[in-house]
């Protein structure tokens, strides 16, 4: 590389990214993580693609579940993410003390999310620190007053994800 980390790190963190909670399930195992690399990849199927660390718990209920929801939070409301990144607590019907119900693929719906879309494993790819999970939308919908609200985005918290590793 030419350019320094710090340089390199300020580009990558100027890319717009929503923000968002991925809801994961495996068995009876659920699991609520904060995400910004997230984006639509295909029209026709419909697929989304979800961008997740390799070592995290998200990551292992995805394998094996074959399952996922993103889940759109509103600009409004963006404390919820620190709470989710790390594992989520799961509760009666709560990750976290956030009310879930599950979607029609058995992945987590955030009762509070301003919209969702309900995923299955469509294709998997290995790249590096984080594994690329395409799904394919086998349900969405906007929860009451989501499709006004506008969501949450990287810049509307302190928080930074991307770049380089840390020590790199």
Known sequence: MTQSVETLNTVLWSIPNVLCL?????GDERNGMTAS???????APVLVGVSVDAGSVTHRLITAGGVFSVNLWSREDT?????????????????????????????PIFD?????????????????SHTLFIGEVADCGFHEGGE????????DTRMKYGGVLRGH
């Open 112 to 128: 509070e999310a301003i919209a969702y879309l309900d995923c299955r494993v469509h294709a998997t790819m290995a790249l590096g």
């Open 148 to 155: 006004a609200a506008p969501v949450a985005r990287m810049e």
């Open 79 to 107: 404390r919820v993410f620190v709470k989710f990144s790390k594992p989520a607590e799961q509760g009666e019907g709560t990750l976290n003390g956030r009310p879930v119900h599950r979607g029609v693929t058995g992945a």
């Open 37 to 43: 690399w997230v984006t639509q990849v295909s029209m």
């Open 22 to 26: 991925i809801g994961s399930a495996a």
